[in-house]
């Protein structure tokens, strides 16, 4: 368990577990055939979100299947991304539901 300051002396309490699973974990994916890889992507399960530069943030999906998926369809990809936002946005989200 995590503290987490409160209003006044008051330290509440977060659980690690619900912490880390408000962690944002997505790919950054950049193809120029971006229409196309998300009409794949999202057939397999995956949340695939548009970003600028002919970029992708994929969800439900780890790199390595988006990337295998991709070379099965000949769709180029020119820039293939893990990124996890940082924990502490997480903690402030979650401390704000409170």
């Given at each position: 368990m995590c503290a987490r300051p409160a209003?006044?002396?008051i330290v509440g309490m977060i659980e690690v577990g619900e912490l880390t699973q408000q962690v944002r974990r997505d790919v950054y994916v950049r193809s120029p055939r971006r229409s196309g890889l998300t009409k794949v992507l999202t057939a397999m399960g995956a949340?695939?979100?548009t970003e600028s530069g002919h970029g992708?943030?994929?969800t439900g999906m780890d790199p390595c299947t988006i990337a295998s998926t991709a070379a099965a369809h000949y769709i180029p990809i020119q820039q293939l991304t893990p990124r996890t936002a940082p924990a502490q946005d997480a903690?402030?989200?979650t401390s704000q539901r409170r």
């Open positions: 209003r006044g002396n949340t695939v979100l992708l943030s994929v903690y402030l989200k």
